[in-house]
């Protein structure tokens, strides 16, 4: 099982720097495939969440895991928006936007949160269940590769080299690597801690959802990205099925 979360999580930073490496070699990069990305991500976890991960934690440690939730939703909330000072997706080609080292290093440390939670997620997400830690991978996949291209473009449009861009990017793989050997500390510790970790990562996953992807998707200009997040729900609905089918 820890060979598959390593090789789950693995996946999951390439993409971060898959992104990242897109945008150190292409510096426009089209807007709507990331909105569209993100939108189908954003789907895909807030279906993950509301259908599986806060049943299966109010299942798991009772009435206390939505206490969990709320605590994991705040703790996300605390790093992006409170401790530092500028932080969200989509891509930063403007140059009003993020003129300033400081706040590029400010989205980097928001960002890197991020990226830890995402591998603490797939973590404890794997460690409790196969098909559901199958699921939370997913989830995290679909909105890695816009997550490199986001930050890849903010470092850029601080006026960093592009080397920078890569290493940003790295930076975000590494933190999501963290994240997933978690599993170390988690293996060795009973099973209630399990599922309190379980509950907080629903909190997560669903700040994730609807506070850092959601918003983005509604400012588009575009009316697809909006409907592409009800593609991401039945895209969670059908694999869903289709791997409790192959699973069972």
Known sequence: MILQTLLFGLAAASAEVLGGGLMYLKKAWPRRLQETLLALGAGFILALVFLKLIPVSIETVGESAMLYC???????????????????????THSDAM??????????????????FDGFTISVGMHF???????VFLAVLL???PEGLTIGSIVMAAGY??????????????ATMI??????????????????????????????????????????????????????????????????????
Do not use: Q, W
């Not at 709320?70 to 930063?92: D, K, P, Q, R, Y």
């Not at 269940?129 to 699921?135: R, S, T």
């Open 70 to 92: 709320v605590i994991g939703f705040a703790t996300v909330h605390f790093f992006e928006h409170t401790i530092v000072g500028h932080l969200h997706f989509g891509e930063e």
């Open 99 to 116: 003129v300033s080292k400081g706040a590029s290093i400010s989205a980097f440390s928001g960002l890197f949160v991020h990226a830890f």
């Open 129 to 135: 269940d196969f098909l559901l830690g199958v699921l």
């Open 143 to 145: 909105h890695k590769f």
């Open 161 to 174: 080299p592009r080397s920078m861009v890569l290493l940003s990017a790295a930076g975000l793989a590494l």
């Open 179 to 248: 994240g997933v050997c978690s599993i170390f500390v988690i293996d060795t510790i009973g099973a209630e801690f399990v599922g309190i970790g379980f509950a907080f990562s629903a909190g997560v996953a669903a700040y994730v959802g609807a506070s850092d992807l959601i918003p983005e998707i509604n400012k588009s200009k575009d009316r697809i990205p909006p409907l592409v997040v009800f593609a991401g729900m039945l895209l969670f609905y059908v694999s869903d099925l289709f791997l409790e089918g192959l699973l069972h």
